[in-house]
C-alpha cells in the first residue's frame, strides 16, 4: 500500500503536520489492555460501585427504574440499527427510518399532539429547545415564565442556553409544592413567549395543568409542558387541555439509568408549528415506482442545510434512545402502559401512606402526586438516608443539593420515586427500617 | 428481501386485545384512583398504542433492521463520520449491572468506580488534546461547540471585552455557525480559496477587537491539514481572540500532534466518531470538551476530581468550577458512550492510538491514489484520514453525477461516502475509509467505483436498483409533509 501511495513509511504521510507541531513523545496514556485484561478491570471498577445488585432503587428527581423488557435490548443491539448512522442515504436505511417514524407517531399518541421530532439529547436541553422555538413562533423574546417546581438542573440548563439574550427568566416560586394560579398571573404579559409548567413537577406533584394551559393562551404566549411519558398512561395528555410543545425526558420508556445518560429528549408540537421546530424529522413519501417509503423531511430547518439561521445546532441526535422507546411502547400497548402508570402510582401512594405512618416524617407538599413524592424528616435526613442504605434501599435525592428558590423548608428533605418494580415487601421493609 | 407483511405499520399490525409486556398484579390495597389523584387529573381515554404479541414486535423490528446499511454488515465510507467499527467487548463491560444500572443521584461514596473511570477518560482526554481541563458533560459535538463558545463568552465578559464575531472557513460543518448564534454572537464566514486551506489575508482582513472566537477544524473539511496553523494561533491570539479546534478529525492525528499544541485554547471531542460509540442510527453522540487553564474555571460542571483521603487513597468527588457557564444537559453526562470510548482507549494505549491514525491515513491515501482517474481530489496531493473527490468531469463528459455514484455503490453493497460536502468541491464525495477496513476491501470498493465510471447514464440516475426502496420522491415529502401514521392508516 506505501508503494501505491508512494512513500517509503507510514510517516511521510504526515509530513503535511509541520515538524515544529508535530508530538515528539509517545502519548501518556495507561498501557494497552486486552480484552481478558480490560474485562477483569472493569468487573474491578464496576465492583466499586453500589449497583442493584445490594439496594433497592427508590431514587427519583428526573431519572427512574422503571422495567426494561429483554426484547429492547435484544432489538437495539442489532447491528443493523445499532452501527448505521444518520440516514441520509434513505434507500440505505429504510429500517431506522420506519422505527423513527413510529417513534414520532408513537409519541404523538402519548402526548396528544400533532407532529413529533425523531429525539433530542435528554430531556432538560428539550426544555430549553422548545422555549426558543416558543420565541420563534410569538415573535417575542423578552421573557419566559417558569415555575419554581420545574427540575432545578433543566431551569439551569435554561440559564446557560439564555444567558447572552435579553431574555428573562422569570421563575414563580411554588412554595406550597404547586404553582398558585394568581402568582403565575402575574408573572405572564404580552412579552411572555411561554409558560414552562413541568407535569408532574420535580416533587412528583401535579401542577392545575389545565388552568396554567389557559393562562398561557390568554397572554398569547405558548403552554410548554414538560412531562413524565409513564404518567401519560393514567393522567390527562398535554394536547388534551390544549398545550402547544410537549417535552418530556424519555428514559423511562426503556431507557437504563446509567448513571445518567444517554437518554432521550423528546418535543411535540402542534401542526401549525412544525417547520420552526428543531432536530430531525421523518416523512413519508413514495419512491419512483410508487411505494411508500421515508425520508429525512423539512431538513432546511436544519443546520447542514440552514448554518447560522437553523432551529437548533443539534446534529447527533439520541436515534438509538428513540429505537428503544418505540420498541418499549410497542411491548407495552394501551394497556401495558396503564397497568405501568397505575401501578407505579398506587405502590407510590402505598409507600407514602407507610412513610408518613412513621414518626418524625411526614409529607413535604399536601399535594396530590403521581409516582413520586417528597418527604421532610424532623430529625438529620442524612441519618435517615443511611438508615435506608443499611437496610438496602436507596432513596433521594435530598432537596439541599439544589438551588430551588421559595422552598426553604426543604433543608431536611428528600425525594422517593416508587415504580412497578417495587413490591409491597420492599416497601414494608423500608418502612421497618425507617421506623427502628 | 422486505418481508412486507412484518414490516407493515405498527397500527396495521395491532389487534385489539393483543399483549406483549405483563405487569404483576398490584398487591397493594386497592383503592379507586380517584382517592388517589383528582378527578380532573385523570385521562378519560388511554393513549392509543398498538397491541401485538410479543413475537410480532420481534418480527418487525428485526425486519426493520434487515433493511439499514451499517458497520457491521457494509464497508460505510461516509465522509466526517469515522464510520470505524466498534469494538463488541465494549457491549458487554458497559451493560454489567454495576455500570449500567447506576443511578444518577446515588451518593458519590456509591459510585468511586464509575467516578474512577470517568477521573480517568478527562485525564487522558487532557493528555491527546494537549489542553488540560476537561468537562465530559456536552452530549454531543454541537453542543461541546455551544459549550465551549459559551465558556469564551464568559470569559470575554469578565474582561470586559464586548467581542461579537465568530469567524470559520466556507468549509466548515454547518453545526459551527449553527452553534456560534445559538452562543448569540455573530457569524462571518471566510472565503474558500484554491488550496482549500485557510486564506490568511481573508482572515487578517476579519481579525479586529469584535473577533472573539475562530473556529476551525484541523485537518479540515477537505481531509487536508492546515498548515499555517501556528501561524492562525498567532494572528488570533494578537487580536486577543481565542481558537477553537472542532474535533470532527482527530481520527487522523491522534498521537502525531495535538490541538493544544498548535495552538488551539478550546475543543470538543466526537467520542462517537474517534473512540467508537456506536453511532445508532444518528445517535447517541458524547462530545466532552477540553480548554487551556484559563478558561478552565469556566467549564460546565459537574466535573470529576481526584483527592487523597489520606491513607493513600484516591477518593473521587463531583465539582463544579468556580465561574461554570452551569449545565448544559441534565445529570453527567453522555455516560455510555463516554465508557466505551474509555474502553477503546484502555484497549488501545499510546501506541494502539497512534497507529490508528497512521492506518486511517494510510487507508485514505491509497483510496486517493487508486481512484485518482475516475474520481480526482481537486485539493491537496496527499490527504489526512479522509478525502474530498470530484465527479465532476465524469458529469460534463458522462452525465454522471455524485448523486448516481452514491445511490448505484449501494446496489453494489457499499454505503455511499458523504456527497455535496464541503460545498467548496463541486460534484464533491467525501470518502472516510477509517482504519478498520483491510486493503482487499479497499480495493475491491475502487474496483466498483471504475465499474460504475463506465455504467451507462441514464442507468445510473435511476439507480440503486435492488435496495428496499428507489430514490424517494423529496419535494412531495417536503410539500405534503406526512409526518407521522395514524390509526386508521
Known amino acids: 500500500m506505501l508503494e501505491t501511495v508512494g512513500v517509503e513509511n507510514v510517516d511521510d504521510l504526515f509530513h503535511q503536520i509541520p515538524d515544529a507541531l508535530r508530538l515528539d513523545r509517545p502519548l501518556d496514556l495507561p498501557p494497552a489492555m486486552t480484552e481478558i485484561e480490560l474485562e477483569s478491570h472493569m468487573h474491578s471498577l464496576a465492583a466499586k460501585n453500589v449497583g442493584p445488585g445490594s439496594r433497592v432503587c427508590l431514587l427519583g428527581g428526573g431519572a427512574y427504574d422503571h422495567f426494561i423488557p429483554a426484547v429492547v435490548d435484544e432489538i437495539t443491539s442489532r447491528g443493523e440499527f445499532y452501527t448505521a448512522y444518520t440516514p441520509y442515504q434513505a434507500e440505505a436505511s429504510q429500517g431506522s427510518l420506519q422505527a423513527f417514524f413510529e417513534f414520532q407517531s408513537l409519541i404523538c399518541e402519548l402526548t396528544g399532539m400533532d407532529v413529533s421530532n425523531a429525539s433530542l439529547y435528554e430531556g432538560g436541553t428539550a426544555v430549553s429547545e422548545a422555549a426558543f422555538m416558543a420565541m420563534r413562533v410569538t415573535r417575542r423574546h423578552g421573557k419566559i415564565v417558569v415555575l419554581g417546581s420545574l427540575h432545578p438542573e433543566y431551569r439551569s440548563i435554561l440559564d446557560t442556553y439564555l444567558t447572552h439574550l435579553d431574555c428573562e427568566v422569570v421563575v414563580v416560586e411554588t412554595p406550597q409544592g404547586t404553582a398558585d394560579l394568581a402568582a403565575v398571573e402575574a408573572a405572564l404579559d404580552d412579552k411572555t413567549a411561554a409558560l414552562i409548567v413541568q407535569q408532574p413537577n420535580f416533587f412528583g406533584s401535579l401542577e392545575q395543568a389545565v388552568e396554567l394551559t389557559e393562562l398561557a393562551r390568554k397572554h398569547g404566549a405558548l403552554s410548554i409542558v414538560s412531562c413524565d411519558p409513564i404518567s401519560l398512561g393514567l393522567i390527562k395528555r398535554p394536547g388534551d387541555y390544549g398545550a402547544d410543545i410537549v417535552v418530556a425526558e424519555g428514559q423511562s420508556l426503556g431507557i437504563p439509568l446509567q448513571y445518567g445518560g444517554p437518554f432521550l429528549g423528546i418535543l411535540a408540537c402542534r401542526e401549525a408549528y412544525m417547520r420552526k421546530m428543531p432536530g430531525r424529522l421523518i416523512g413519508r413519501t413514495t419512491d419512483r415506482q410508487g411505494n411508500p417509503c421515508y425520508v429525512l423531511n423539512l431538513q432546511a430547518r436544519e443546520q447542514h442545510i440552514r448554518r447560522e439561521k437553523a432551529t437548533s445546532n443539534i446534529c447527533t441526535n439520541q436515534g438509538l434512545m428513540a429505537l428503544r422507546a418505540t420498541v418499549y411502547l410497542t411491548l407495552l400497548g394501551k394497556q401495558g402502559l396503564r397497568e405501568v402508570a397505575e401501578s407505579s402510582c398506587r405502590m407510590a401512594h402505598y409507600a407514602a401512606e407507610q412513610l408518613t405512618a412513621i414518626d418524625g416524617i411526614e409529607l413535604l407538599f399536601d399535594r396530590p402526586f403521581f409516582k413520586e413524592f417528597a418527604i421532610r424528616y424532623t430529625g438529620d435526613i442524612n441519618e435517615l438516608i443511611g438508615k435506608a442504605c443499611d437496610a438496602g434501599f436507596d432513596i433521594g435525592p435530598t432537596m439541599s443539593q439544589f438551588n430551588l428558590p421559595g422552598c426553604d423548608d426543604s433543608s431536611q428533605a428528600l425525594l422517593i420515586a416508587v415504580t412497578e418494580k417495587r413490591t409491597r415487601t420492599e416497601i414494608d421493609q423500608l418502612a421497618k427500617a425507617l421506623g427502628g | ?489
Open chain 2, 1 to 489: 428481501m422486505r418481508n412486507t407483511l412484518a414490516t407493515r405499520s405498527l397500527f396495521e399490525l395491532s389487534k385489539p386485545g393483543r399483549r406483549a409486556a405483563i405487569f404483576p398484579k398490584s398487591d397493594v390495597p386497592s383503592r379507586p384512583l380517584d382517592e388517589l389523584l383528582p378527578a380532573n387529573q385523570l385521562a378519560t381515554d388511554l393513549p392509543t398504542l398498538p397491541e401485538l404479541a410479543e413475537p410480532d414486535v420481534v418480527r418487525h423490528f428485526v425486519n426493520l433492521s434487515t433493511l439499514n446499511m451499517s458497520v457491521d454488515t457494509h464497508f460505510y465510507p461516509l465522509g466526517s463520520c469515522t464510520m470505524k467499527y466498534n469494538p463488541k467487548r465494549h457491549e458487554r463491560l458497559c451493560s454489567l449491572p454495576g455500570i449500567v444500572d447506576l443511578h444518577p443521584y446515588q451518593s458519590e461514596n456509591d459510585i468511586q468506580g464509575m467516578l474512577q473511570i470517568l477521573f480517568e477518560l478527562q485525564e487522558s482526554l487532557a493528555e491527546i488534546s494537549g489542553l488540560p481541563a476537561v468537562s465530559l458533560q456536552p452530549a454531543a459535538g454541537a453542543q461541546g461547540e455551544l459549550a465551549a463558545l459559551l465558556v469564551a463568552a464568559a470569559y470575554f465578559r469578565e474582561r470586559g471585552e464586548n467581542r461579537t464575531k465568530v469567524i470559520f472557513p466556507s468549509s466548515a460543518h454547518g453545526t459551527n455557525p449553527a452553534s456560534a448564534a445559538l452562543a448569540g454572537f455573530d457569524c462571518v464566514q471566510l472565503k474558500g480559496t484554491s488550496s482549500g486551506l485557510v486564506d490568511l489575508d481573508d482572515l487578517q482582513a476579519h481579525l479586529d477587537d469584535q473577533t472573539a472566537v475562530f473556529m476551525i477544524t484541523n485537518p479540515n473539511t477537505l481531509g487536508l491539514f492546515e498548515q499555517d496553523i501556528a501561524k492562525i494561533s498567532d494572528m488570533l491570539h494578537d487580536a486577543g481572540g481565542l481558537v477553537y479546534v472542532d474535533g470532527a478529525n482527530m481520527n487522523a492525528i491522534l498521537g502525531k500532534t495535538r490541538p493544544g499544541d498548535f495552538g488551539g485554547d478550546m475543543m470538543h471531542y466526537n467520542v462517537h466518531k474517534t473512540f467508537t460509540g456506536p453511532h445508532g442510527a444518528g445517535g447517541p453522540g458524547a462530545g466532552p470538551i477540553a480548554v487551556r487553564d484559563f478558561l478552565a474555571d469556566y467549564l460546565p460542571g459537574p466535573i470529576v476530581s481526584r483527592e487523597n483521603d489520606g491513607a493513600g487513597e484516591a477518593n473521587y468527588r463531583l465539582t463544579t468550577p468556580a465561574k461554570s457557564i452551569g449545565r448544559v444537559r441534565s445529570f453527567f453526562g453522555n455516560i455510555g458512550i463516554l465508557l466505551r470510548g474509555y474502553c477503546y482507549l484502555r484497549t488501545l494505549g499510546a501506541d494502539g492510538l497512534r497507529e490508528v491514525s497512521e492506518d486511517a491515513v494510510l487507508n485514505a491515501n491509497y483510496l486517493k491514489v487508486l481512484l485518482k482517474d475516475v474520481l480526482p481530489t481537486p485539493h491537496g496531493e496527499r490527504c489526512m484520514h479522509e478525502f474530498v473527490a470530484s465527479a465532476q468531469t465524469l458529469h460534463k463528459e458522462h452525465g454522471i453525477s455524485a448523486m448516481d455514484i452514491a445511490k448505484r455503490l449501494l446496489d453494489y453493497g457499499y454505503h455511499a461516502p458523504t456527497v455535496y460536502f464541503p460545498l467548496v468541491v463541486p460534484e464533491a464525495m467525501m470518502i472516510e475509509p477509517t482504519e478498520t477496513e483491510s486493503k482487499e476491501t479497499l480495493d475491491a470498493f475502487v474496483e466498483t467505483l471504475h465499474k460504475i465510471a463506465n455504467e451507462d447514464a441514464a442507468f445510473l440516475h435511476d439507480a440503486p436498483h435492488s435496495t428496499a426502496i428507489s430514490r424517494p420522491d423529496e419535494v412531495q415529502a417536503a410539500r405534503k409533509p406526512v409526518l407521522r401514521m395514524t390509526v386508521e392508516t
